[in-house]
């Protein structure tokens, strides 16, 4: 069980180049997330999906798209990067509501290593 | 919506000492909470979480919060630290009910602990 993969794990991107952060999943969970972490600014999410063919924006979406073509894979695109999409970005997963009992309000996220981007 | 405030934003402590990082959050309603930790070069772990029940919550190495409903706070604890807990430590909240766990995360507390 490899968990939550994401990759790269570092790039370095020009401004208005574009870019596909990737993450995949090998536990079923249908539940996936997109977080940018910037310097004392906590986690903000970026956008969810609550399964395949779903996907809706969190917090901070501006900038970013993404697709859920399948319940494994959540990649994140960045269409014209800009400076202010330098970050750190964690991808992560939780189970299935009703799962073994299990509640997607109260299950922890599992995250990737993530993602460092640089856009300069 | 829902907010979370850590105010502690860098705290330095030497090994054996006490340990109490400050977590609020805002919302009306019944919440989930959780504590993260970031281990230096590693991703997010779950340190504990809340949901109901004894409102004071027992996680792993010796971490431990308390639940106060009356002060919307979720204070992180351990009685002597080490030096391996040098860490960021965040405080996360969720609303019950939505379509997801989506949590809403604070600005985090650096721990750092000297030998």
């Known amino acids: 069980n490899a968990g939550v993969t994401q990759t790269p794990k570092f790039r370095i991107l020009k401004i208005g180049q574009s870019m596909t952060l990737q993450c995949t999943q090998d536990?079923?969970?249908?539940?996936m997330y997109w977080y940018r972490q910037d310097p004392g600014m906590g986690l903000k999410l970026i956008y969810y999906?609550?399964?395949?063919?779903?996907?809706d924006k969190g917090e901070v979406p501006n900038g970013y798209n993404v697709s859920r073509s399948t319940t494994e894979d959540f990649p994140l695109r960045l269409e014209l990067a800009a400076p202010s999409q330098t970050s750190v970005y964690f991808c992560?997963?939780?189970?299935?509501?009703?799962?073994?009992?299990?509640?997607?309000?109260?299950?922890?996220?599992?995250f990737g290593n993530g993602t460092r981007l640089t856009v300069t | 919506a829902q907010s979370v405030s850590q105010h502690n934003h860098h705290v330095i402590l030497s090994e054996a000492a006490s340990l109490e990082l400050g977590c609020n959050y805002s919302?009306?309603?019944?919440?989930?909470l959780f504590w993260y930790v970031q281990y230096p070069g590693q991703h997010l772990q779950l340190l504990l979480k809340?949901?109901?029940?004894?409102?004071l919550v027992k996680g792993i190495k010796g971490f431990e919060a308390e639940f106060i409903k009356s002060k919307f706070s979720f204070n992180l604890r351990k009685p002597s630290v080490q030096w391996s807990d040098t860490a960021e430590y965040f405080c996360?909240?969720?609303?019950?009910?939505?379509?997801?766990?989506?949590?809403?995360f604070g600005t985090g507390t650096r721990l750092q602990v000297t030998l």
């Open positions: 536990m079923n969970h249908n539940y």
């Open positions: 919302y009306g309603g019944t919440v989930n």
């Open positions: 996360a909240v969720n609303a019950r009910g939505g379509t997801a766990s989506k949590l809403t």
């Open positions: 809340y949901f109901s029940g004894d409102p």
């Open positions: 999906s609550v399964g395949a063919g779903i996907t």
């Open positions: 992560a997963s939780t189970p299935t509501p009703g799962d073994r009992g299990i509640s997607s309000y109260n299950s922890p996220l599992h």
